[in-house]
């Protein structure tokens, strides 16, 4: 399964990954090929996602516990 935030950075929409990410959408989950929103973007070449989910996840990493 593919979480909401996934399919938007697959798919390159990027005003819904920002939207995804301000209703606190999860960017560390993962798919059941293991592959986050981040290595989906990166897997894609969507650069503008790859980066600002980047920036977001460590942006945030000392805010959210992401290891749960």
């Given amino acids: 399964l593919r979480t909401p935030l996934i399919c938007a950075a697959r798919n390159n929409h990027l005003e819904l990954v920002y939207l995804l990410l301000e209703q606190n959408a999860d960017a560390r989950l993962v798919d059941a090929c293991n592959l986050s929103a981040l290595q989906h973007?990166?897997?894609k070449?969507?650069?503008?996602?790859?980066?600002?989910l980047s920036e977001h996840i460590k942006n945030n990493a000392t805010t959210r516990n992401y290891d749960v």
Avoid at 45 to 52: A, D, L, Q, S, Y
């Fill in 45 to 52: 070449k969507h650069g503008v996602i790859e980066t600002f």
């Fill in 41 to 43: 973007a990166r897997e």
